[in-house]
């Protein structure tokens, strides 16, 4: 019995080798050369690197840094980019050798009543997988890894774009009300030169109404503007996860700046999140293809090890080799699959592209007649409205006009700044919307008149 585990040393430094150095016995084949790319990312999670939340007056960089930090669907996009990263590292990883061992010819009758006859081995396997598949593998988990990289881009342009609208419509709603306070002020003193012209008896009684009317008007049109400001600031900090608003106001102002063609964006467009997220969920099903045809090449099982002859005190090594015949699964239904899903990827990239080009024509004309808008008024109505109170104003003074001019006069000169400030929101959103969709290929801006603070 003793000669029997003389094997056992040599088949231990066997099983040793082969789980020390599972490579090497493919270090010599090309399908086994694979080497996973090291992306490295930060083990604390996004909550565990959050910032506090903004307070005060907050600037646009504050917004977008407390929401891109804070917002639990980019945490999750963030975990799925460490989910393709680990998929990345084990696609590259060869099978593992087996360990098997059988003894024969024991226990029986006769000759073979004990263990006189007895054969045992002990040795191991290794699945040596040919047509390159782990290559092939690897490279449709680094497709996935590429596009869940991607998709974590486009959801921070999507999240950065929404606060940007949100921040935009808390400025624009605190302009209008400043805007608002300013006419209440007008029509404060419109009424009292009103109360005292009806006093002396330089007007009539019924003008003193119609004043009061316009006064409660906008005071109304203050209180109903608070309640939609009250409303956007719940709605901009719930972009970083909270409850309630901390802060008090947000500043920012709509800036000039250089101009861009459309073919410049376009250019942009062609590197941005969402254009490489097509190209790379075409590549990933061109991969898919690839392993698929892969995978009709049977693979090749290797084993080896040393048997022990109890009836001639003896040992040798065998050695052996095993191959499936291809002769009824060369996997046809899935080469057939992968392409009809690589000829679907091929249509979807391109509607894709084609979605991206007309969201972003669309967006680009868009700002480019507003702004062509925004210029007139500034160029022409405003400055004529402008001129056109101010005369009548002094006109009303001297008793040259009635109160109704006067009124008509303020409300048209009001009203034209209101308009202005609606169109460069819609500018600002026009400007936030190409953004998105260009990602950080190009700093847009919506390249407003160089006077367009003068009216605020």
């Given at each position: 019995m003793?000669?029997?585990?003389?094997?056992?040393?040599f088949?231990?430094t066997?099983?040793?080798?082969?789980?020390?150095?599972?490579r090497?016995?493919l270090?010599?084949?090309?399908?086994?050369?694979?080497?996973?790319?090291?992306?490295?990312?930060?083990e604390?999670?996004?909550?565990?690197?959050?910032?506090?939340?903004?307070?005060?007056?907050?600037?646009?960089?504050?917004?977008?840094?407390?929401?891109?930090n804070?917002h639990?669907?980019l945490?999750?996009t963030?975990?799925?980019?460490?989910?393709?990263?680990?998929?990345?590292q084990?696609?590259?990883?060869?099978?593992?050798?087996?360990?098997?061992?059988?003894m024969?010819e024991?226990?029986?009758?006769?000759?073979?009543?004990?263990?006189?006859?007895?054969?045992?081995?002990?040795?191991?396997?290794?699945?040596?997988?040919?047509g390159?598949?782990?290559?092939?593998?690897?490279?449709?988990a680094?497709?996935?890894?590429?596009?869940?990289?991607?998709?974590?881009?486009?959801?921070?342009?999507?999240?950065?774009a929404?606060?940007?609208?949100?921040?935009?419509?808390?400025?624009?709603?605190?302009?209008?009300?400043?805007?608002?306070?300013?006419?209440?002020?007008l029509?404060?003193?419109?009424?009292?030169?009103?109360?005292?012209?009806?006093?002396?008896?330089?007007?009539?009684?019924?003008?003193?109404?119609?004043?009061q009317?316009?006064?409660?008007?906008?005071?109304?049109?203050?209180?109903q503007?608070?309640?939609?400001?009250?409303?956007?600031?719940?709605?901009?900090?719930?972009?970083?996860?909270?409850?309630?608003?901390?802060?008090?106001?947000?500043?920012?102002?709509?800036?000039?700046?250089?101009?861009?063609?459309?073919?410049?964006?376009?250019?942009?467009?062609?590197?941005?999140?969402?254009?490489?997220?097509q190209?790379?969920?075409?590549?990933?099903?061109?991969?898919?293809?690839?392993?698929?045809?892969s995978?009709?090449?049977?693979?090749?099982?290797?084993?080896?090890?040393?048997?022990?002859?109890?009836?001639y005190?003896?040992?040798a090594?065998?050695?052996?080799?095993?191959?499936?015949?291809?002769?009824?699964?060369?996997?046809q239904?899935g080469?057939?699959?992968?392409?009809?899903t690589k000829?679907?990827?091929?249509?979807?990239?391109e509607a894709?592209?084609?979605?991206?080009?007309?969201?972003?024509?669309?967006?680009?004309?868009?700002?480019?007649?507003?702004?062509?808008?925004?210029?007139?008024?500034e160029?022409?109505?405003?400055?004529?409205?402008?001129?056109?109170?101010?005369s009548?104003?002094?006109?009303?003074?001297?008793?040259?006009?009635?109160?109704?001019?006067?009124?008509?006069?303020q409300?048209?000169?009001?009203?034209?700044?209101?308009?202005?400030?609606?169109?460069?929101?819609?500018?600002?959103?026009?400007?936030?919307?190409?953004?998105?969709?260009?990602?950080?290929?190009?700093?847009?801006?919506?390249?407003?008149?160089?006077?367009?603070?003068?009216?605020?």
């Amino acid at each position: 019995m003793k000669h029997s585990v003389l094997w056992l040393p040599f088949a231990v430094t066997l099983v040793a080798v082969g789980c020390a150095n599972p490579r090497n016995s493919l270090a010599g084949t090309p399908f086994a050369h694979f080497n996973p790319p090291q992306i490295v990312l930060n083990e604390e999670t996004p909550a565990e690197l959050t910032p506090a939340e903004p307070t005060g007056s907050i600037t646009l960089d504050m917004a977008l840094d407390a929401a891109i930090n804070r917002h639990p669907s980019l945490a999750a996009t963030w975990y799925e980019i460490k989910a393709r990263q680990g998929a990345v590292q084990q696609a590259g990883l060869p099978p593992n050798p087996a360990l098997f061992g059988a003894m024969e010819e024991f226990g029986g009758s006769g000759n073979f009543s004990g263990t006189g006859a007895m054969s045992s081995r002990i040795g191991i396997s290794q699945e040596l997988l040919l047509g390159g598949k782990i290559g092939k593998r690897a490279r449709v988990a680094e497709a996935a890894a590429s596009i869940a990289e991607l998709e974590h881009q486009a959801k921070i342009m999507e999240v950065s774009a929404q606060v940007e609208r949100r921040f935009f419509a808390v400025f624009a709603l605190q302009k209008r009300l400043h805007l608002q306070a300013e006419q209440l002020d007008l029509m404060e003193k419109s009424h009292d030169v009103v109360a005292k012209r009806v006093k002396t008896g330089d007007t009539s009684p019924l003008d003193l109404p119609r004043s009061q009317v316009d006064l409660v008007s906008a005071r109304i049109a203050i209180a109903q503007t608070g309640k939609e400001l009250e409303a956007a600031r719940y709605a901009l900090a719930e972009s970083w996860g909270s409850a309630l608003p901390l802060f008090s106001t947000v500043s920012t102002q709509y800036q000039s700046g250089p101009d861009f063609t459309e073919q410049e964006l376009r250019e942009a467009l062609e590197q941005s999140p969402a254009w490489r997220l097509q190209e790379e969920q075409f590549a990933r099903a061109d991969a898919a293809l690839a392993l698929a045809e892969s995978q009709r090449i049977p693979d090749l099982e290797l084993e080896g090890g040393v048997q022990r002859f109890n009836e001639y005190d003896g040992h040798a090594f065998f050695l052996g080799v095993s191959i499936p015949l291809p002769l009824f699964d060369r996997n046809q239904g899935g080469i057939a699959e992968a392409k009809a899903t690589k000829r679907k990827a091929h249509h979807e990239r391109e509607a894709g592209f084609l979605a991206l080009h007309t969201e972003l024509q669309e967006a680009w004309r868009k700002l480019r007649s507003i702004r062509q808008t925004v210029g007139s008024l500034e160029t022409e109505v405003l400055p004529a409205a402008q001129h056109t109170y101010e005369s009548i104003s002094k006109a009303y003074k001297a008793g040259e006009i009635d109160i109704l001019g006067l009124l008509d006069a303020q409300r048209t000169w009001v009203e034209a700044r209101k308009a202005r400030l609606d169109l460069l929101h819609e500018l600002e959103n026009s400007r936030i919307e190409i953004k998105r969709l260009i990602g950080e290929g190009a700093a847009v801006s919506a390249a407003l008149p160089a006077n367009n603070n003068s009216h605020n």
